[in-house]
């Protein structure tokens, strides 16, 4: 049964992918284009991985959005708090400043609440996003922190690293 689940969402990921990548960087690139709260929600919901910092979207994110500050990140980060689709935490690896990470809900248990947000993105597009490959700018120190506090299974680090 869980054999049959990895499957498709194997299958998925794999017929997702290439739609995605071509039109992601592509969605906020259009002149004038406002960069609002619910705009930037829908940059974290679709950034690689399970997690995303102010840093992953200023290094990865859509050219549009690159200059946001630190306050837009966090403002829309608390939104989606709000709408239950992840968990704002702050995570102070040893030895390094803290770090503002919005941990992303499992695809399995994101549906009803990406339904009633279904402005920011599909629930196809959620899934093969945070199933990618981690951005590097979430440095190993920040991984562990967050395996070791259970926000993230270390298995999304492991196959993304």
Do not use: W
Not at 59 to 84: C, E, S, Y
């Amino acid at each position: 049964m869980q054999n049959t689940r990895l499957f498709t969402q194997i299958l998925l990921y794999i017929s997702l992918q290439t739609v995605l990548m071509k039109d992601f960087p592509n969605r906020l690139t259009k002149k004038n284009t406002a960069i609002t709260t619910r705009t930037i929600m829908s940059v974290i919901l679709l950034m690689k991985g399970p997690v995303c910092t102010h840093r992953a979207v200023h290094k990865n994110g859509p050219v549009a959005v690159r200059h946001i500050v630190k306050h837009q990140f966090l403002r829309a980060a608390d939104a989606l708090q709000a709408a239950n689709l992840g968990v704002l935490e702050t995570i102070k690896p040893p030895r390094r400043p803290s770090h503002e990470v919005f941990v992303k809900k499992e695809p399995g248990l994101i549906g009803s609440d990406l339904a009633r947000n279904a402005d920011l993105c599909t629930l196809g597009e959620y899934m093969a996003r945070f199933y990618m490959a981690t951005p590097g700018c979430i440095d190993q120190e920040l991984r562990n922190e967050l395996t070791k506090r259970q926000l993230v299974r270390p298995e999304y680090f492991n196959s993304s690293s």
